[in-house]
């Protein structure tokens, strides 16, 4: 495992001096969003959608900061890797490739309010969209070897509604793979009902009232 | 929320940011026992079996030379 180096702390510096720090000897766990390559050769690629940068397989993501003040996280600055512990917090482009996903994140940690940045990240798991073919969701399982599961609604769709059960999404962030895969898979039905629910009510309010025609 | 930081490479200034985590609350390090990267050797502590028996073949009490 990569072992990130010790941020020197000097005057001058853009880091908080905010005590002695607590080590842990496991990885934080929050939602993120990547974005799935478009073109064969990306196809496989879990993209970071702001960044526009993929993510290696099979080796740990190390933030990058052009700051020569300090190493990603800085406190002042908004490098680093990030995740939240409220999926529905989470912004989403208008790609309907994104798919939602946790990250494992570890190496030197800054924490908010509402979520972490941090120096190193991997995928934990993936959920992906309808849209997403199965050989697709094979072939990336396959080359970051993390589990990439099916979501009968749209990821974004997903994250809303986790985010409004947050004792269902922290127990989805947290569980072991076979417990996500039970949890994802007893969820959809309700999910999927609530989303056919909503777009129902959506198509109901936005349909035009039928006018007779009237003679001028 | 727009940044006008250097976030990470690639992101121009002035940027949208992907998410706000709040204001800080601490700062640590995370060093997880085993990697979360798959196939990666996990950083197992070492444990060092310390034998707290003397050695048969060790002398357990050396008599004092008598002083000359």
Known sequence: MTSPPREPRGAGEDVLD???????????????????????????????????????????????????????????????LYAVADPGRLDWGPSDHEVLGVVALWGQVVEGTRGWRASHGYPRFVVTGP??????????ARRYGVPVHRSEVPPRVLAAQLGADRARADALRRGSDAEVATA???GMPEWRRRWSAGQAAAETACRPRRRGWRRR | MVHNQPLVRGVPRGSVLPVDIGPVRQRFTAEPVSSPVPGEPSAEPVIE?????????APTHVPAEPAR
């Open chain 1, 131 to 140: 849209a997403i073919a199965e050989e697709q969701r094979a072939a990336l």
């Open chain 1, 184 to 186: 994802l898979a007893a």
């Open chain 2, 49 to 57: 079996l310390v034998r707290d028996e003397p050695a048969h073949d």
């Open chain 1, 18 to 80: 905010v005590g002695p720090a607590p080590d842990v000897p496991h990885p934080v766990l929050g939602w993120r969003t990547w974005r799935l390559g478009r073109r064969a050769q990306r196809r496989t690629d879990l993209i970071a959608p702001l960044a526009g940068l993929p993510w290696p397989s099979r080796q740990a993501m190390v933030a990058f900061c052009a700051s020569p003040t300090h190493a990603p996280p800085g406190d002042r600055c908004g490098c680093g």
